[in-house]
T-cell receptor, first 114, second 114 residues
Framework: QKEVEQNSGPLSVPEGAIASLNCTYS??????FFWYRQYSGKSPELIMF????GDKEDGRFTAQLNKASQYVSLLIRDSQPSDSATYLC??????????????FGKGTKLSVIP | DGGITQSPKYLFRKEGQNVTLSCEQN?????MYWYRQDPGQGLRLIYY???????QKGDIAEGYSVSREKKESFPLTVTSAQKNPTAFYLC?????????????FGPGTRLTVL
C-alpha cells in the first residue's frame, strides 16, 4: 500500500516564528511532491512543488526533499495568522501505463498565534 | 475567467437516492479527477479520466459512477450503493502533458445524507 504520512497536529506557532511541516512517503519511485494549503471549508490550493533533492524557496516558503530518506518538508518563515490552515502533502506515484495519480496525506493543521 | 466549477455547493440526499454532482472546467485540461474528503482526512481518489469516453477507478470507486462524454465535463453520481456518502467532494483537473503540472481544484460540493 502506497502511503503518505503527516502529523495531524495541530501545530501551534507564534506569529513571526518558523513553522515546520513534515511528510514521509512509502513509494521509493515517487517523482514529484506537492504542498497544498486548505482553509477550513475550502478546496486545496497549491503552495509549492518540488522534484529534486535539496531546497526550493518561494517567498516565505521553502520545500525540502530528501529522496534517500523518503522525506519532504515545508518551512514557513515569518508565520502569519493568515497561514493558519491545513497543509496537505501530495506525492505523485506511478500508477502504470503512463497514468498519474496524487496520493495525499491526511494533512497537518497549523495554527499561528498572534 | 478560466477555472473549475462544481455544483451544487451543498446537496442533501435521502437514503436510497442517487445524486449527481457536476464538475465543469474551461481550462482545456485533458485529465479530470474526483476526490472525497472526510473530516480530518486527506483526499481519497474516487475516479479519474485522462481522455473523453475513458475513465479509471481510484481507491474508493465502489458506490460511485462517472461519465466523460465531453472534455469539459466529468459528472459524478453517488448511488444508493454508497453506504456512507456524507463527505466533501472535490473535482480537479490538470494538463496531461508534463509530469509536474499541478492539479487545480474546484470549490467542492458538500453532500449530506438525511
Amino acid at each position: 500500500q502506497k502511503e503518505v504520512e503527516q502529523n495531524s497536529g495541530p501545530l501551534s506557532v507564534p506569529e513571526g516564528a518558523i513553522a515546520s511541516l513534515n511528510c514521509t512517503y512509502s513509494d521509493r519511485g515517487s517523482q514529484s511532491f506537492f504542498w497544498y494549503r486548505q482553509y477550513s471549508g475550502k478546496s486545496p490550493e497549491l503552495i509549492m512543488f518540488i522534484y529534486s533533492n535539496g531546497d526550493k524557496e518561494d517567498g516565505r516558503f521553502t520545500a525540502q526533499l530528501n529522496k534517500a530518506s523518503q522525506y519532504v518538508s515545508l518551512l514557513i518563515r515569518d508565520s502569519q495568522p493568515s497561514d493558519s490552515a491545513t497543509y496537505l502533502c501530495a506525492v505523485k506515484m506511478d500508477s502504470g501505463a503512463g497514468s498519474y495519480q496524487l496520493t495525499f496525506g491526511k494533512g497537518t493543521k497549523l495554527s499561528v498565534i498572534p | 475567467d478560466g477555472g473549475i466549477t462544481q455544483s451544487p455547493k451543498y446537496l442533501f440526499r435521502k437514503e436510497g437516492q442517487n445524486v449527481t454532482l457536476s464538475c465543469e472546467q474551461n481550462l482545456n485540461h485533458d485529465a479530470m479527477y474526483w476526490y472525497r474528503q472526510d473530516p480530518g482526512q486527506g483526499l481519497r481518489l474516487i475516479y479519474y479520466s485522462q481522455i473523453v469516453n475513458d475513465f479509471q477507478k481510484g481507491d474508493i470507486a465502489e458506490g460511485y459512477s462517472v461519465s466523460r462524454e465531453k472534455k469539459e465535463s466529468f459528472p459524478l453520481t453517488v448511488t444508493s450503493a454508497q453506504k456512507n456518502p456524507t463527505a466533501f467532494y472535490l473535482c480537479a483537473s490538470r494538463e496531461l502533458a508534463g509530469i509536474y503540472n499541478e492539479q487545480f481544484f474546484g470549490p467542492g460540493t458538500r453532500l449530506t445524507v438525511l
